[in-house]
């Protein structure tokens, strides 16, 4: 086939690769424009722009693509039998959707209708599921409403953070987009309906999701850090500074006492959560310091226990 691929950060690099591995004709690759990051605010292209490169195959980084002329006739002389959606981050307009005869297919991070929305990878973990998948899809005009065409299940491991669930997913989603071209092309997929009364949402992620709410369970509080591994992370303060939880894992002990209240125990230093479960602060940071250990930050500042966080 002769595709369009549509994608920006490393969740969409296997699948870019596996459908050239495949024999299909990637005639653009489409992707986010390069953007300043870090300390020294230097411009960094994305990683999907840089396997075109690689490749050569044509890329083109429109800061705009609803009214966008030129990028709109550059797709129609290319005329592609299908446009594919992979991580993209732009909301693909409705004559993107008319164009190609197969549809814009896209590859989602979760088993639809479950966790439709930005990240669905990390809202999965967040919530403590067991297993996920990724799924292909045609687009259409709503937020990851579309018919669905192939679904993979993925087990999540109870010790897995979002960083490792999203590298596994995005090797197993490489793999059901070839699948999904094969059965396309063969004309035997056919496309299914979702279920929109089982559908959930998984917003964007904000800073203020890395909050952590002490009333929670232990098992709350850990499966939200591992959800949200590398942002927004786990905070807190302490003292009236921020605190951040680098490391944490569920203490299987219950104790009585004031929620948010810390309990020391030799170098451990744990928290109390709701239904009086531990948490266990293994790694820490107080703002503007290094990162420690729960013994060597218990040392420094010479934390007791009782003393509260989230005041």
Known sequence: MKLVFCGTPQF?????????????EV????TQPDRAAGRGMEMHAPPVKWVALERGIPVVQPEKIKNNAEFRSQLEAIAPDAILVVAYGRIIPQWMLDLPPLGNINLHGSLLPK???AAPIQWAVAHGEIVTGVTTMRLDAGLDTGDMLLAQVVPIGLEETAVAV?????????????KTLAGLGEGCLYPQAQDHSLATLAPILTREDGWMVFSRTAKELYDRWRGFQPWPGAHTTLRGKKLI???VRVVHESVGGEVGALVVQGDSMLVICGEKTLLELVEVQ???KKRMT???FLRGYQVRSGERLGL
Request: without cysteine; glycine residues 16%; charged residues 15%.
């Open 12 to 24: 969409a690099v296997p699948t870019l690769g596996a459908v050239i591995a495949a024999g299909h």
């Open 27 to 30: 005639a653009l690759v489409v």
């Open 115 to 117: 966790y439709r929305g």
């Open 166 to 178: 999203y590298e596994g997913l995005a090797a197993v989603g490489a793999e059901l987009m070839v």
């Open 245 to 247: 939880a680098h490391r």
């Open 286 to 288: 107080m703002e503007g």
């Open 294 to 296: 729960a013994g060597e």
